[in-house]
C-alpha cells in the first residue's frame, strides 16, 4: 500500500513536469530541456503506469495517443451555440460598427480587445475538475463532432488545468491551426508515401482532426489558440475579453500574444495595418483580425443578432486575386431561375483552391466589366463564395476576343427570359416546370440547412428525376427500398441508407421546413423568424402583406414573396403533400405576451446562486416570457433576481430601488395562470 502512494506520487510530480515542458515546447517556445531528456521523463512515467496501471489518469501523458473512435464521431450539443462573425471589409464598415456600438450603449467612448482572426477550425474543449474531459468541432453551430482523441495529441493543450476557486466546469473554446512550415513539410511527406496532399494549412488541420484513428493525427503538427473561457457565473469573476485572456494565460492554455486592447477606431485600423504587415511573417495563416467590445456587460447589453454577437466585428483581409483567362461563357439556370453567366476559366490555383468557373454575376455587370471570350481577367475567391471575375486585364487583351450575348430564351426549358421592374437580373420564370429549377429546388430542399437529407446529392436527385421516381420534393417521402435498388449504382446498403435518411428528415421543425421550400428572399433566419411568430401554416397562410412585413427583417418586397407562394395552389399544394407523406414538424411557437406579464419586456439582472435553478435555466425561462437578461444593475433594471451569496450587485439593486426577486417568484409567474 506504502509503495503504492509513493508511486503515485512520482507519477503525479512526472505528469505535472511533462506537461510543464509541453508548456515550455509548444506554448512559450523556449524548451529547458532536450528531446532525449523529455523522452527519458516519459518512458519513466509509461514504466511506472506499466507496473501499476492504477496510474494512468485521463490526463497522463501517455493518453494523448492511440485512442481510436469507432466507426464514426458522436455528437455533441453545444452547451451555448458557436456563433458566427459579421464581416467588414472596408474602413467605412468599421466606423459604422464602431458608431452603432456606442449608440446602442450610449456612451461616448469605448475599449475594444483586438485578437487575430485565425483561419483554422474551432473547437470546443471541455474541463471538468480540472481534466479535459471533451473536446468538439463547431460542426454547424449547435452540435458537433467529438474529436477528444484526437485534440489529446496537442501536446500544447493541457489535460489538466488548475481550477481552484473556479467552478467545475470549464469550457475553453479556439482554434487548432497547423503552421504554415509545418504544412509544407507534411505535404513534402504526403508527396514521397505518395499519398494525399493538402491545398492549404487549414484543410490539413481539419483533415488531421477528423481522422478516426489518433495515430495518425498524433503524426500531424498541429497546434491550438484559445481566444474564449466561459463557466457559470463568469460575470462575477471576469469583467472583460482581456480579463480571460489573462486567465487563460495563467492556466497555461496557449493563446496568442498579439492580443491588445485598443481605444478607438484610429487605434483598431492602427491594430489592422500592423497585423497586414506582420502576416507574411507570422507562423500560422490569419484571414483578418477580429474587434471584440472587451467588457462583459457591454457585450451583454448588445446581445446577437440572428447567429452573430451584436459586440464583435471581423476586419477580414482583402481575397486573394489571381490571374487566369477566359475560355467560354454560359450561363446557369438557378433556383428562383436567376439566369446567371458563368465564365468557364484556364485552371488557376488562387486562395488554396484550383478555379474552372466564375461568376460573372448578370447581364450589366457583364457589360460594365466589358467581359468577353478570351479576355485575360482577374478572378477572386473570397472564402466558401463562388469565385468571382474582377476585372478585365485591357493590356493583355488578345486579338481573338468574341463578345457574348445573353440568350433570349432559357437554355434549359427554352422558356422567354424575362427581366423584371428595376431588377439586373434575367429569369426564367417556368418555377417547377423548368427541369434545372426543379433539380436546384430538389437540391435546396435536401440541403443540411433545410431538410437535411444525407446523402441525396446532386448525382442521385438527376437519376430520381429521369427514372421519374420523383417529380417534387414530396415524392421523396414515398420513395422505398425496392424502387431505389433498380437504379444503377444502388445496392442494397445505399438504398438503406438513403430512405434512412429521408425517414429521419420527416421529423424536422417549422423554420426549417419553410427555409426548405425555397421561397424566394427567405433565407434560414427569416424563415426561423416566421416560424417562431406565426407557429403553424395556416397561420401563416392567414397572413396579409401587411402583417408579414411585423416580422424583423422582411421588408415589403420579401412580404410579397410569401404572400404569394403561400397563395398559390401549387405551392400549397405541394405542403399538402409533403404533410400528407409524413413530414412533421415541432412547433416554434412564441410564448404569448400576457401570459407571464410580470416577466414580459422587463430587464432582469440574476446574482448569486439560486436554490434549485442553473443560472442558465433562470435566462431561458425569462427569455422565453419576453423578459430580457443584462448583466448591468442599472436604472434601467426592473428586477433583481437574487440568490444566496449575492454580492454588490444587490447592494447597488437595493441603492437604486430596483426590486429584489427570489427564484420563487419567478416560478410562481410563469406557473400561476392569471
Ligand atoms: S470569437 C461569438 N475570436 O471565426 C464570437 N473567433 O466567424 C465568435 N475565429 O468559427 C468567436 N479567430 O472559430 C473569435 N480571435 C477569434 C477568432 C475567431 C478565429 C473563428 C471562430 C469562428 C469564426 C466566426
Redesign the pocket.
Known sequence: MKKNIELEAKASALKAKIQEHNFNYYVKDEPTISDSQYDVLLKELESLEKQCPELITPDSPSQRVGMLSNTAFNQVKHTKP????SNVFYNEELVAFDKRVKTDLGIESISYAV????DGL?VALIYEQGIFTLGAT?GDGFTGEDVTHNLKTIKSIPLKINTKNLPPRIEV?G?VVMFKEDFFALNNKQEELGQKVFANPRNAAAGSLRQLDSNITATRPLRFYA??IDFDGIEDNLASQSDSIKLLNQLKIPTTNLVKEVKNVDELLAYYNDIVDKRQALPFDIDGV?Y?VNSFNYQDELGFVSR??RW?V?HKFPAEEAESQIIDIDVQVGRTGAITPVARLKPTFVSGVTVTNASLHNESELLRKDVHINDYVLIRRAGDVVPEVVSVIQSKRPKNIKTFTMPTNCPVCNTTLKKEEGEAVLRCNAGSQCPAQKKQSIMHFASRKAMDIDGLGEKIIDQLLESSLIDDVSDLYTLNLESLQNLERFGEKSAQNLVESINKSKETTLGRLIYALGIRGVGEATAKDIAKEFGTISNIKAQTVVTLEDVDDIGPTVSKFIFDYFNDLNSTNLIDKLLANGVRFKAEVKKEVGEAPEISEKVFVLTGTLPTLKREDAKEIIDQYGGKVTSTVSKKTDYILAGSDAGSKLEKAQSLGVKVITEDDLIKWTTEKK
Open positions: 458557436m456563433l458566427s462573425l485578437e487575430p482572426k485565425f474551432a463547431r473554446r482554434e481566444y474564449s477580429v471584440k452573430a454577437p464583435a471581423a
